[in-house]
């Protein structure tokens, strides 16, 4: 059973332009959300969170939405920049984050020059 | 100065036999975690520790058994290995249980295949 789902395997995107990814999830007691970036032969990185109590959180380039009702979140990055090009996962938790995360698949995001 | 390593990096074996990963931080986090992930790509726990005690422990076989020394240390014993075990396990760590405001530190991975 897939609670968090990232629909979209790969995203193109031109620099300078607006990256969104997209990420549902079906579990209503999920409460904290994450983003995690990873680039090839390397564990994934922070970048960026979101609790239930917030419909928006920005941190510099990077915006991360979350609507509740349609238990939907998504990253926006702009502008985009090829140091962009990576993995982004989406993550979520119960409990404010002290239960265990649930992952997505993934979306990998290519910035093109 | 890497915050979270994992040896070795890449792991390749024979069915059957027995291996360890080994984890190591420098955070000074007192919880840390395995994760796996698979061949469709999904990053799954396995295993968390806090303090050296056992807080997590998922639907894994019992041919992996977690061992924390201290809690900068945490390895991966996997013994009599089968092909289903080839993939990527990640080691990482966080302050608390990696609630609000304490994300989590990954290493880089090891990449297990089994031959």
């Known amino acids: 059973d897939q609670q968090v789902k990232q629909n979209s395997p790969s995203l193109s995107v031109q620099e300078g332009r607006i990256s969104i990814l997209n990420c549902d999830y079906t579990n209503s007691m999920f409460d904290y959300f994450l983003w995690y970036k990873k680039y090839p032969a390397e564990g994934p990185t922070f970048l960026i969170s979101?609790?239930?109590?917030?419909d928006k959180n920005e941190d510099g380039r990077f915006t991360v939405f979350l609507n509740k009702s349609a238990k939907h979140l998504s990253l926006h990055i702009v502008p985009s920049q090829p140091g962009d090009s990576a993995v982004y996962f989406c993550a979520a938790s119960a409990n404010f984050g002290n239960e265990k995360l649930t992952f997505g698949t993934g979306t990998r995001l290519t910035i093109i020059p | 100065d890497t915050a979270v390593s994992q040896t070795p990096k890449y792991l390749v074996t024979q069915m059957g036999n027995d291996k360890s990963i080994k984890c190591e931080q420098n955070?000074?986090?007192?919880?840390m975690y395995w994760y796996k992930q698979d061949s469709k790509k999904f990053l799954k726990i396995m295993f968390s520790?806090?303090?050296?005690?056992?807080?997590i422990n998922e639907t894994v076989p019992n041919r992996f058994s977690p061992k924390s020394p201290d809690k900068a240390h945490l390895n991966l014993h996997i013994n009599s290995l089968e092909l289903g075990d080839s993939a990527v396990y990640f080691c990482?760590?966080?302050?608390?249980?990696?609630?609000?405001?304490?994300?989590?530190?990954f290493g880089n991975g090891t990449r297990l295949t089994v031959t």
């Open positions: 955070l000074g986090h007192d919880t």
């Open positions: 979101i609790s239930s109590i917030k």
């Open positions: 990482a760590s966080s302050q608390g249980e990696g609630g609000y405001n304490s994300p989590l530190h």
């Open positions: 520790y806090n303090n050296k005690e056992l807080i």
